[in-house]
């Protein structure tokens, strides 16, 4: 079956760094997604990678490893804004996205 | 990015009312819009995909007769929830892809549905 690995919550302080690994296993590859979501709003993205590398957007850059079906977004000078669950997802052969279930990341002060 | 509006963002409605979602493209046209659902503390779930001028595509598990989406237009879905029940009560969000490789993603802002 198909399934995106995440962790469930994290913590981590304001200012600093933090990285949310995302481990996959899909039929297929099209590419795998970052979305942020805050507490009752729609999911708004982050990143798109789709080869194997880093990309950097800012204070976020997303991470992935096609070979290791692995993914990681890091996000850093951490705000308290930023507090929210993050959302991977992996985009099947069948064009499909796949979600995982979120890791929702605690920023305290 | 692409706008999505979805109407209304909230509604509470009794148990056996039918309750319409709207989901607006409003830059873009969208030949195919998704339909998702979330409950509290968990991942998306995809319910349906809509596609302009046919029938949606429903996934595994979800009853079309209970959730019916009608695509009329390049720029408008909509999902009634029909004889609606306290366990259809969930976070509702519509999203479309545009980009050659569907490499974008854009999502409604959602509606919350309670029903009592």
């Known amino acids: 079956g198909q399934n995106i690995d995440q962790p469930t919550e994290m913590t981590a302080t304001e200012g600093a760094i933090v990285q949310i690994n995302c481990t996959y296993q899909t039929s297929g590859f099209n590419g795998l997604f970052w979305y942020q979501q805050h507490a009752g709003e729609a999911p708004t993205f982050l990143s798109y990678n789709v080869l194997d590398g880093l990309e950097e957007k800012g204070r976020f850059s997303s991470f992935l490893s096609r070979s290791k079906g692995y993914s990681y977004l890091l996000l850093k000078e951490l705000q308290m804004k930023d507090s929210a669950s993050y959302l991977c997802a992996v985009m099947d052969s069948n064009y499909q996205l796949i979600w995982g279930a979120g890791t929702k990341l605690i920023i305290k002060p | 990015g692409a706008v999505v509006s979805q109407h209304p963002s909230r509604v509470i409605c009794k148990s056996g009312t039918s309750v319409k979602i709207e989901c607006r493209s409003l830059?873009?046209?969208?030949?195919?819009m998704f339909w998702y659902r979330q409950f509290p503390k968990k991942s998306l779930m995809l319910m349906a995909t809509?596609?302009?001028?046919?029938?949606?595509?429903?996934e595994q598990g979800v009853e079309k007769d209970k959730f019916l989406i009608n695509h009329a237009s390049l720029t408008l879905s909509t999902l009634t929830v029909t004889s609606a029940h306290p366990e259809d009560s969930s976070f509702y969000i519509c999203?479309?892809?545009?980009?050659?490789?569907?490499?974008?993603?854009?999502f409604g802002p959602g509606t919350r549905l309670t029903v009592l």
């Open positions: 830059d873009f046209q969208a030949t195919t």
């Open positions: 809509s596609n302009e001028g046919s029938k949606a595509t429903y």
């Open positions: 999203s479309i892809r545009v980009g050659d490789a569907y490499n974008e993603q854009f």
